[in-house]
Nanobody, 123 residues
Framework: QVQLVESGGGLVQPGGSLRLSCVAS????????MGWFRQAPGKEREFVAA????????VYADSVKGRFTISRDNAKNTVYLQMSSLKPEDMAVYYC????????????????WGQGTQVTVSS
């Protein structure tokens, strides 16, 4: 069982930045595929970014490419999502997800989920 705890959400003005953090339990975090997803009211949960178990080239949704950066600190069992140039359409609950052995872009690719953190983009 992997437990995930997100933090860092909040209110930010359009064009602003936020950094989300997700701390995972477990001794083999470096082998986890880690993903960030988001869900806006009335919409399906959608892929945002993923960090492969090897830590190699991250993967992003087209809608956030160039604005968001996913990174991980295996020593701290933590994955981050640095969000810049935020837009109102980025407003959603952001979820961290983990797969102990692989990664993907689909919700079903991840068996473990955090509780979510709200990101509000508004002036």
């Amino acid at each position: 069982q992997v437990q995930l705890v997100e933090s860092g959400g909040g209110l930010v003005q359009p064009g602003g930045s936020l950094r989300l953090s997700c701390v995972a339990s477990g001794r083999t975090f470096s082998t986890y595929g880690m993903g960030w997803f988001r869900q806006a009211p009335g919409k399906e949960r959608e892929f945002v970014a993923a960090s492969r178990p090897s830590g190699s080239i991250p993967v992003y949704a087209d809608s956030v490419k160039g604005r968001f950066t996913i990174s991980r600190d295996n020593a701290k069992n933590t994955v981050y999502l640095q969000m810049s140039s935020l837009k109102p359409e980025d407003m959603a609950v952001y979820y961290c997800a983990a797969n102990p052995t692989c990664w993907g872009k689909r919700v079903i690719d991840y068996p473990y989920w955090g509780q979510g953190t709200q990101v509000t983009v508004s002036s």
